[in-house]
Antibody, heavy 119, light 110 residues
Framework: QPHLVQSGAELKEPGASVKVSCQAS????????FTWVRQAPGQGLEWMGW????????VYAQNFQGRVAMTMDTSTTSVYMELRSLRSDDTAVYYC????????????WGQGTLVTVSS | ELVLTQSPGTLSLSPGERATLSCRAS???????LAWYQQKPGQAPRLLIS???RRATGIPDRFSGSGSGTDFTLTISRLEPEDFAVYYC???????????FGGGTKVEIK
């Protein structure tokens, strides 16, 4: 069955970058796309963007334009999300999730990666 | 920009009771993209409903979705102990192209 496994927790200083990975298994990687969502402590869900191994599309949320980069590696069936110029308010759990298109519901989700930004 | 407003913020109910959660969009949206997720503490969100009313694989039939236009509802017919969680609605907006989540409704044990 479809499964997404994300990389482990990260501790970063303000101004640094972080790169989170999401490895897919149990389905044909290039038939789908992936959404990235984050959740600050005690807060709701915030969409960051979409990347599609199916058609190569990448769409970033306006709030993250210029600071985020999403990439993919079909050889390892993985997608990556890099966030630059980290601030303390970037402290959050970051999730990847599979979708058939940017607009439709996502299922399944990865387990989440906690990124802590602190000096 | 699309905004999704969920109400109430918190719903205090007892097991066996009916839960009705609301999601209102700031503009008319395509019903094909309205989804609901359940999230328990320390866990990733789990898809419950897509396309307004289509239950995801393995989701029990006590969960149902309805609505159209700007008003959507998630109903849990009889709350089970494992249903106490936070629920989010989600919709795709065209201008700008972006996925939007509602602020969530917490269903807690009364």
């Amino acid at each position: 069955q479809p499964h997404l496994v994300q990389s482990g927790a990260e501790l970063k200083e303000p101004g640094a970058s972080v790169k989170v990975s999401c490895q897919a298994s149990g389905f044909t990687f290039t038939n789908y796309g992936f959404t990235w969502v984050r959740q600050a402590p005690g807060q709701g869900l915030e969409w960051m963007g979409w990347i599609s191994p199916h058609n190569g599309a990448i769409v970033y949320a306006q709030n993250f334009q210029g600071r985020v980069a999403m990439t993919m590696d079909t050889s390892t069936t993985s997608v990556y999300m890099e966030l630059r110029s980290l601030r303390s308010d970037d402290t959050a759990v970051y999730y990847c999730a599979r979708g058939t298109s940017i607009a439709v519901a996502q299922d399944p989700w990865g387990q989440g990666t906690l990124v802590t930004v602190s000096s | 920009e699309l905004v999704l407003t969920q109400s109430p913020g918190t719903l205090s109910l007892s097991p066996g009771e009916r839960a009705t959660l609301s999601c209102r969009a700031s503009q008319g949206v395509s019903s094909g993209y309205l989804a609901w997720y359940q999230q328990k503490p320390g866990q990733a969100p789990r898809l419950l409903i897509s396309g307004v009313s289509r239950r995801a694989t393995g989701i029990p039939d006590r969960f149902s979705g309805s609505g159209s236009g700007t008003d959507f509802t998630l109903t849990i017919s009889r709350l089970e102990p494992e249903d106490f969680a936070v629920y989010y609605c989600q919709q795709f907006g065209d201008s700008p192209r972006a996925l939007t989540f509602g602020g969530g409704t917490k269903v807690e044990i009364k």
